[in-house]
């Protein structure tokens, strides 16, 4: 894993230094950009396996490039970690809705960057379960890492798809936001209970078009299960 390449993009010499510096000495391959319009040269010259994106950039701010990596094709499952100085949990599940993978707090240490970024390269890089499954028309191809239903492909993030694959792996069950958040993020994820929620909306959103959406239920007062059965 520490051979993949890190994209930092952040206006402020120091930190990005300090970043790169942290991320080289962990073994990562470190790019940098100071502002949306150089990272958006960067990824074309070498596309990154993950972008460290700060909320606040010159011109387009941060928020609003991840939003456009995420809406084009070509850059829309590439993990993004948002580094940013605006703790209030409304921000934080804001970044979530727009597609972030995950986002990490000034200050920080290098050891929880370090972290954080390893957490979300597991779960996004391929190289899960490579079983293919199927529960009525709705199908998890782990090779190919592809959902379809009724033969037409379901557009998932990264980590919807991992979700939808451990529900499908494990239908008819009920299984906390803690347990979701072992199962699916991992154990050393240090995230909230509450972006177990905002991935589950975005999940049933994709699962919407194709009728499939109310078989991701929420228990209330436990927690979510899928289930073919109403």
Known sequence: MEDKRILVVEDEEPIRQMMRFSLERA?????????AREA??????QAPDLVLLDWMLPGTSGIDFARE???D????????????????????VRGLDFGCDDYVIKPFSPSELVARIRAVLRRTLPGGAEQRMEVGGLV??????RVSADGKPVELGPTEYRLLAFFVGHPERVYTREQLLDRVWGRNVYVEERTVDVHILRLR??????????WVQTVRGSGYRFSTQS
């Open 27 to 35: 073994g990562f391959q470190v790019d940098e950009s100071g502002d």
């Open 40 to 45: 958006r040269l960067a990824i074309a010259e």
């Open 69 to 71: 990596l995420k809406t």
């Open 73 to 92: 094709e070509s850059t829309r499952e590439l993990p993004i970690i948002m580094v940013t100085a605006r703790a209030e949990e409304e921000n934080r």
């Open 140 to 145: 998890v191809d782990g090779a190919g890492q």
């Open 205 to 214: 959103k994709a699962l919407a078009p194709h009728g499939y959406e109310h």
